[in-house]
């Protein structure tokens, strides 16, 4: 079964720096695109960033969200910096053929279990 588990959240302050890991089995890793996405209370889920040959992140969080891939261990992370407290969302990762539509999250399947990150002072 594929299977993908995000984790690392937890509380900061604005300007602080968290690494969500997303760890994935079940299929062949490196032959998926892997999203993160975000949910905030009384929002629609967005597409934050992707991985798949190339990099992709939304305009809210370029230069302070960096996304990599560990193949060999098959994890995805999310690097994030300078934190602001509209980052405060349940962060997902779930997998597609291609990040083509990670804004929307569309054939992106195989969701996991979110990471809830706060950023408050």
């Known amino acids: 079964d594929v299977q993908l588990q995000a984790s690392g959240g937890g509380l900061v302050q604005p300007g602080g720096s968290l690494r969500l890991s997303c760890a994935a089995s079940?299929?062949?890793?490196?032959?998926?695109?892997i999203g993160w996405f975000r949910q905030a209370p009384g929002k629609e889920r967005e597409g934050v960033s992707c991985i798949h040959r190339f990099t992709y992140s939304a305009a809210s969080v370029r230069g302070r969200f960096t996304i990599s891939r560990d193949n060999a261990n098959n994890t995805v992370y999310l690097q994030m910096r300078n934190l602001k407290t509209e980052d405060t969302a349940v962060y997902y990762c779930?997998?597609?053929?291609?990040?083509?539509?990670?804004?929307?999250?569309?054939?992106?399947?195989?969701w996991g279990q979110g990471t809830l990150v706060t950023v408050s002072s």
């Open positions: 779930a997998i597609s053929r291609f990040c083509s539509q990670y804004r929307s999250g569309r054939f992106f399947g195989s």
């Open positions: 079940g299929f062949t890793f490196d032959d998926y695109a």
